[in-house]
């Protein structure tokens, strides 16, 4: 039976400058065809006679850019973020991504309830009077808003793949715990599961969750072992 590759988007795209310092982080193109030369580098199994592993699909997991057009917190003057460069380029990414074979884009939502919030050493100057209100700038905020769906899109698609026995095995690329319970039953179906975390260290009692643990992208020289 194949494998399933799952790919969690905002922690590759975090991992990505490390991993692969001498691509560039910017240009969709490279980063969409490096999740899926990835993808296929795992297919290379020595316990398999042929070498290698079939593919199912590549699944890979991210939320749509922040698009809106909102004001600044002290100058009130407009702020569109669907032309910031960050912006410009995720939805490039999807789009190479979709038109990507063997890739199943998913998508989770931006949350509604988002606006601006003091940096943290700002608000610490603040509260200690090092600072007063009137000294405040724009860039002393930051506009929060969070993701939504991406984890749960995930979980889902572990549960059916197992359920479905579509696969018999399941690599998926993330750097958290979040994944736990799926994990859990997948294994429980007899799904092989393994976990890449691009070289990005791991807690040790992970390991009684998983069935491996495989980066197979080029260590970081700079980044810790992964325990």
Known sequence: MPTAILIDGGF???RFARCFPAKDSFD???VARTAFQMALDHLEDKDEQSGR????RIFFYDCPPLQKRVHR???RTSLDFSQSPSAVFRLKLHDELRRTRKVALRLGHISSLADWELKP????ALLSGQIRVQDLSDDDFFYAFRQKG???KIGLDIASLAFKRQVDQIILVAGDADFVPAAK???REGIDFILDPMWNPVPANLHEHIDGLRSVSKRPASDPKVK
């Open 150 to 152: 991406v984890d749960m």
């Open 53 to 56: 592993r079939q593919l199912y």
């Open 185 to 187: 039953q997948a294994r």
């Open 12 to 14: 590759y795209l975090k």
């Open 28 to 30: 969709a193109s490279v």
């Open 73 to 75: 917190p002290i100058s």
């Open 121 to 124: 050493e700002r608000l610490k």
